[in-house]
């Protein structure tokens, strides 16, 4: 199985900080990465697609980017509703693997 | 509007068995392929099992020969049918559709997660 690596576990920030998280693959797995939005209580939310590829309606703050295995989602400014859990996912094998999730906190 | 309901989830004695639901409304479920993604309390995300359009069904090795996924094409309704129960089974349980126009896809829409609590 590919395992999926993020860091850090947890990002403490401020609003209006630029963040940048990174996703690491055990073994290459293209561009075919996608990262979501978790609220307590909620399920994922798709941000992001094919590495970099900003799904319909998701704010243009967000963006993501890299390939084969490290991949970075950046947050421009952080606002009040961005403070969740962010995890990526990979699909080039059919195990369909997640990361264990960076949890950003307000600082 | 596309939504994913799900139902079904319970309190449930090791070695039993449960099936849990998933309603769609705003698409076809028989014309794409679904996922079931659990989550444990506090814990990831992981991948329990597909069905592809066509028919064709895959499961985590965690799950194979315990769980079956199926869908009622009538109903419009995904299944989960969930047998041989364990512990570690313990997690919400969400329904996702899969988008595969790379690789074998990602998840988009979610339900909104059904708690399957495994517990004598």
């Known amino acids: 199985d590919i395992q999926m690596t993020q860091s850090p576990s947890t990002l403490s920030a401020s609003v209006g900080d630029r963040v940048t998280f990174t996703c690491r693959a055990s073994q290459s797995v293209r561009s075919w990465l996608a990262w979501y939005q978790q609220k307590p209580g909620k399920a994922p939310k798709l941000l992001i697609y094919?590495?970099?590829n900003l799904e319909s309606g998701v704010p243009s703050r967000f963006s993501g980017s890299g390939s084969g295995t490290e991949f970075t989602l950046t947050i421009s400014s952080l606002q009040p509703d961005d403070f969740a859990t962010y995890y990526c996912?990979?699909?080039?094998?059919?195990?369909?693997?997640f990361g264990q999730g960076t949890k950003v906190e307000i600082k | 509007e596309v939504q994913l309901v799900e139902t079904g989830g319970d309190l449930i004695q090791p070695g039993g068995s449960l099936r849990l639901s998933c309603a769609a409304s705003g698409f076809t479920v028989s014309n794409n392929h679904m996922s079931w993604v659990r989550q444990a309390p506090g814990k990831g995300l992981e991948w329990v099992s597909v069905i592809y359009s066509g028919g064709s069904t895959y499961y985590a090795d965690s799950v194979k020969g315990r769980f079956t996924i199926s869908r009622d094409n009538s109903k419009n309704t995904l299944y989960l049918q969930m047998n041989s129960l364990r512990a570690e089974d313990t997690a919400v349980y969400y329904c996702?559709?899969?988008?595969?126009?790379?690789?074998?896809?990602?998840?988009?829409?979610w339900g909104q997660g059904t708690l399957v609590t495994v517990s004598s």
């Open positions: 996912q990979q699909y080039n094998s059919y195990s369909r693997t």
């Open positions: 094919d590495a970099s």
């Open positions: 996702a559709r899969v988008y595969d126009s790379s690789g074998y896809g990602w998840f988009d829409p």
